[in-house]
């Protein structure tokens, strides 16, 4: 795939299967894709060509996991797709859900990302602390719908030694109260110990919700932040590194280019 295909398929979210040896790493990032990215399969209508691919994708990746009783499960969910009741869309996704948890053990615990319920929004708050709370020197948030939240609930959490840096949109519901939320910030003598800078982008230019950790880390987050888990299951799921790179070095170039909040 070409570099600049590689690009667009990194904004868009697709899921791409790597060749050879995955690690575990890797595997939990894609399982996690599959399951976020999950057609809605009505059985009512053949398959569509997006259908077919995600089929293929998550057959190899729960291969890869290696869980016999997943695979079993998910190729018999697979055939009966089309079959009036019979066919259960759930059904294709617990075997990948079984797959997940399998790899999971696989990993570090700081390698973890974190599943929240609908509602549980207290764990939603609680997961995005632990990750203002990472030592580093370099904290870096991608979110088309900041607000002011973000200095009264996850700013002062910070440990990054640099700061941290917030990539945003300009709307109209959300601009009055962070920009005063960042001069009242800016004028306290805490803002000498942790650095907040918030940048302007198009709307356009914002294509997903991640948590970047030293310019290195990717950080999926399938929810604005200052929404997580209100109305619906949220995930934080780390970027396969491929894929984690190809969205930092589109989000570092957009951040040279775009305004500071006033």
């Known amino acids: ?42 059985s009512q209508t053949p398959l ?32 009966k797709i ?25 990993v570090p615990a700081s390698m973890r990302g974190s599943f929240i319920a609908g509602g549980d929004t207290w764990n939603g708050y609680a997961a995005l602390v632990r990750f203002m709370q990472t030592e580093c020197e370099d904290l870096f948030i991608i979110d088309p719908y900041i607000n002011s939240a973000l200095f009264i609930e996850l700013a002062p959490h910070v440990k990054a030694e640099e ?13 009055h109260a ?9 004028g306290d003598p805490i803002s000498k110990a942790i650095h907040v800078a918030v940048r302007y982008t198009l709307p356009a230019n914002l294509h997903d919700r991640l948590i970047i950790v030293d310019r290195r880390d ?16 949220a995930s934080i799921s780390r970027a396969e590194p491929e894929l984690g790179q190809l969205k930092l070095q589109h989000y570092e170039s957009v951040w040279e280019r775009s305004d500071q909040l006033d």
Not at 48 to 77: C, H, K, M, Q, Y
């Open 1 to 42: 795939m070409a570099y600049k295909d590689r690009v667009k398929a990194a904004h868009l979210g697709w899921i791409m299967v790597p060749t050879g040896k995955t690690s575990p790493e890797q595997l939990l990032a894609l399982l996690q894709a599959a399951i976020e990215n999950a057609p809605a399969f009505d």
């Open 48 to 79: 569509t060509d997006e259908e077919v691919r995600w089929l293929g994708r998550a057959d190899a990746l729960i291969d890869a996991s290696g869980l016999l009783s997943a695979i079993a499960s998910f190729r018999s969910a697979r055939q």
């Open 82 to 106: 089309g079959i009036y009741n019979l066919f259960s869309r759930n059904d294709l996704l617990l075997p990948l859900h079984d797959a997940f948890s399998r790899v999971e053990l696989q």
């Open 163 to 175: 700061g941290l840096r917030c990539l945003t949109a300009k709307r109209a519901e959300n601009h």
């Open 178 to 186: 962070l920009l005063a939320a960042s001069q009242k910030w800016a």
């Open 218 to 233: 990717v950080w999926l987050v399938s929810q604005s932040l200052k929404d997580i888990a209100k109305r619906a299951p």
